[in-house]
């Protein structure tokens, strides 16, 4: 794939702010689960800062995900967020899973969502993430709708790619589990995700490990990372480390949106793989 | 074992092709998943074309197993494979888990799956790989009904054996856990299955640790992977590397298919192991 | 955050010694489990001499949660404990969920172990950690009603901070799921916990890079392990060896008890993040 | 712990021969699942042979723990396990969880198993281990009334313990997790056991850095390994290796039947830790 400026390759970081959205979201009683509740917290209140100023000193502008309620409860974690130049995307309302809702529900949710990021921002956001990428087939048409350019919830690709929706295209920038942080790091029993946590080198390890592929293949890095796992003071020493040599790499550093209009001028050329969406009209047997 | 033209030992990598067959072989609903759709579009879409020109450019010819719904739904991959000269095998008609279907029920889908792979290849398969390895009593005969050599979805061996199914033959060539990339790669919620996503480089090293016992021990070697898992770019790239090397080691590199016929020419010396079949008639209390 | 006596980092190794109080937890066929009990046995029986034995001969001082029940059950080790001159804490009456408790009975389940504690050791524990981290919302007010100085149980910082309980503080001291032996060790299928359990260097790993990320951030590291499992003797040896080195690092080892103390007195000059507790006063939606 | 013949330590490797009794003991169509049936048939067909050959080339003579059932459907693999001059234990009747039966139904499972062994072997098993680690209250009473010398079921110490069941002495041979080869190599869903299989030498290290704790300890390192996991190809040759030089250590290699005379003799003098059993009388709350 073709990057601007000749760079080699591209790489991103993306940041999904969930704080305690995830606990909530599981039930009604999650604000009664104040252990639950105070790991969510440790992002928007410790981890976000210390992302920032690494991001402040090293000149990187990047992009976070945020659940509409998770911009009202920690107004300043967003706040500083936006100070730093950084994107913010729309991931959800509150962690709902889109795919326990109608497809009305859905549309609810996004607007309630849109409109909380906006009064924030004063942008309405260009790009979303499903939460846990539970995206539906009501969703990329229901995106379109509402002006947004891309989606990263989806995988069938390392690279960016189009979705043809009934003749309108969304950008789709795709994460994978091999670069996300909850496999190494999530240890959740209240929402059913018990891994065996590794540690801070040893978790990140893998994802340094992608970013050398990806620059062997000219192509896109994209890591998937939660304030409150990959944000801890340990795990984060080890991201800013590798950091200081991964910018001298030659990559085009982005945020999701920059990587979004690149990759909509290459679709506009011809030059960008195009899968008709939704895959399947029905069940198939 | 003894192997052709003096190779020491004997080696095949195995791609089983479900695409996201696996999401509705779950439940009906799976058509509208549209992330866990897109991680198996991966494959076909992405994978195989890296695989195959990997395979064209070593001049490797290797097997593939695919349902028959997956050929139906991704020729354009079915035909690329077929055009590298690689051997199709039989997964299933859509990756059903056999042992929830009734004799009658199976032998319909291997019919339907064999008619699939046939109107493609111009050939019946000669192999077959149960979907999740859950391979029932009544399969072998119904494989053997159909002119089916050789089965892969047992583990009593490391070589392999014959099974005597009533008097008929049947070579098995059996995978384990140890050679099968679900417990390093598969991170996928919706069918119960969510392993510590390891790195791309960790979570192949076993592969290769066993390669070096099978060419200890002059057995065979044999990888049971899967596009969107092993396919995947950056653990992609660390197969490629290692291929480079192996490919020196003095093995016998070949199709399933031909490691059976090898394998039915040692049966007929008496030169291999062969297990009654099935194990038992009724329960074992 | 600053240390008393101009030292760099501050460092504390807690036990939580459940002994078999877990199996009892779970329901009332626990005593019938022998296997299970025995596991739990190990803690009290041969890791805490052990423990007691490195800490008395590299002079050091720690914190030791401890259920009620397991006071009464165990009474040779809890002497054990205070005869070294270390930190008693309340972990609950019999490991007991308090989230599956109303406010009354967690009431009554503290005063049963305070009152077990105390009997003991002479003093009422000023420290209190809940069982499996599940604190609720009512936990707090009670502890500060019994005179309780910190809690040990939630996750929203590195390094303590004070939650603001209408008005009155109490320190937190937060432990994380990154810095507990659970994920690395435990395998125990009848509280429905089955980590792949990690070689006895490679388990422990995570912990030392830990401890040194608090050192490069003059923070608190700060280890919640468990007799039967970190105290088993391939662990312990690791730890004690680790240990000779990590005590000449310039931390303070100290107990919660002097870092809750220290923590109180830079709250007292503003020198402390505070929380107001709880976060929610319903669900959140 | 003092061990014969001024060794510094000692050492075991005990062999729990399963084959496929476990998918019978998960349910009645357990004879169906061809797949479950073939990994169990691994252990007598394969493993044990290639097991068998390594300890009579290394002069060992170990102990092997084989379900009743497994004895008269493997009848071969019993015979060469007998013909080495090793140890066979009791280990349930097919392995069932002795935890779902009665005290009754615990006593002829027993008794069936007793008889099955001494039937090959000429003598009546001296030692026990609980399928699943799961040994009940009843057990140790029934198996003293049978004239067991050991158990090796229960976690309370590294070393060899005396249980003291009603004025009777049982000696405890303990296992525990960390020493299992379950947790790195059991790929088994049918029977709820999902652990992400590890490399051969990577799952295999933890059993040696054990062996060194030992050493140091001058206590009894003892394994727990099953034919179909540890046996199987790649593995074992990382055992056999490691073997060549454990030899050398100045460990006393033994049976744990000798294990448990040695342990008598101790226990005779004084010299063993006694723990009385059952522990508890009633449920504990």
């Known amino acids: 794939m073709d990057w601007p400026n000749g760079a080699g390759f591209a790489a991103a970081i993306t940041f999904d702010m969930d704080a305690d959205s995830l606990i909530h979201a599981a039930g009604p009683d999650g604000w009664k689960n104040a252990y639950a509740v105070s790991m969510g917290q440790y992002g928007p209140h410790v981890a976000i800062p210390r992302i920032l100023e690494t ?19 920690y107004p300043k974690a967003v ?5 730093g130049g950084h994107e ?29 990021l906006a009064a924030f921002s004063g942008y309405r956001p260009r790009g979303y993430r ?10 990329p048409g229901l995106l379109l709708d509402r002006g947004f350019t891309y989606d990263s919830s989806m995988m069938a690709d390392d690279d960016p790619y ?14 994978h589990w091999g670069i996300d942080d909850w496999p190494p790091f999530a240890h959740y029993e209240e929402i059913g995700y018990m891994m065996p946590v590794r540690g801070p080198s040893e978790g990140l390890a893998p994802f340094f490990e992608e970013f050398v592929a990806a620059k062997k293949d000219g ?3 994209h890591a998937v990372w939660h304030p409150f796992l990959t944000g801890r003071r ?11 040599t991964a910018l001298t790499e030659g990559a085009w550093f982005a945020t999701l949106g920059e990587i979004a209009d690149h990759s909509a001028k290459l679709d506009a050329e011809g030059g960008l793989r195009v899968l008709p969406f939704p895959a399947y009209e029905g069940p198939q047997t």
Chains 1, 2, 3, 4 share one sequence.
């Open 162 to 175: 189009a979705l043809d929706v009934s003749g309108r295209k969304l950008i789709e920038i795709p994460p």
């Open 130 to 139: 499903a939460p846990v990428y539970q995206i539906t087939n009501d969703l």
């Open 234 to 244: 340990a795990r984060w020493q080890v991201v800013e480390e590798w950091l200081e």
């Open 79 to 83: 706040e500083a967020i936006l100070e």
């Open 219 to 221: 192509g896109l890095w």
């Open 88 to 116: 913010i995307g729309c991931h959800g309302w509150i962690h709902e899973n889109p795919a326990n809702r109608s497809a009305d529900q859905q549309a609810e949710d996004l607007d309630k969502a849109i409109e909380a």
């Open 55 to 73: 991001y402040r000193r090293l000149g990187m502008k990047q992009s976070f995900f945020i659940p509409g309620w998770c911009v009202q409860t």
